[in-house]
């Protein structure tokens, strides 16, 4: 079975700073995506990035970008020149690419951007 | 082009009461997840449709809860009867093929 860890409940970073959220996982699957949601005080699920297993690039969506590490079975998250609006739960999410596809998420990290 | 749509957006209610709440899928997408988020227990998938027809429910927690997908375009989820520990916000979502869920703004639930 799979999990996703995601092991830092709380962080916060000052605005205009540069801040990583870890998430790591387990999996004998070859063939997976790994996802970043946002979650703001507003509740909506809002999709920040995604990442193809079997992509060595790692994925950039403006200022987010993550750092995947497929060995190691890491896959952490980038934020550069943080604004007070990326304020937000921030969700790691597998989905295998046989069978179902279902996610699986991580408990999530609480970020808070200072001003 | 619209995104997945739930109602309602809050609902309260006294337990033992019915709950139903509505989910339209993004048109084309041909897969539809129901999900329960709490404090304790975070994000959960409570059962996973593809093309209408549900395909893993091991997530519904107990009789009292059941699920439909009666076409494309419609999904409930109704609870009945609730009960105070079943108050959460409730999200569906849709995907295509695999691609990435795309989620509605959630229903608030409170049984009193």
Known sequence: AQTVTQSQPEMSVQEAETVTLSCTYDTSESNYYLFWYKQPPSRQMILVIRQEAY???????????????KAAKSFSLKISDSQLGDTAMYFCAFMKLSGTYKYIFGTGTRLKVLA | DAGVIQSPRHEVTEMGQEVTLRCKPISGHNSLFWYRQTMMRGLELLIYFNNNVPIDDSGMPEDRFSAKMPNASFSTLKIQPSEPRDSAVYFCASSFQGQPQHFGDGTRLSIL
């Open chain 1, 55 to 69: 992509k060595q690039q790692n994925a950039t969506e403006n200022r987010f970008s993550v750092n995947f590490q």
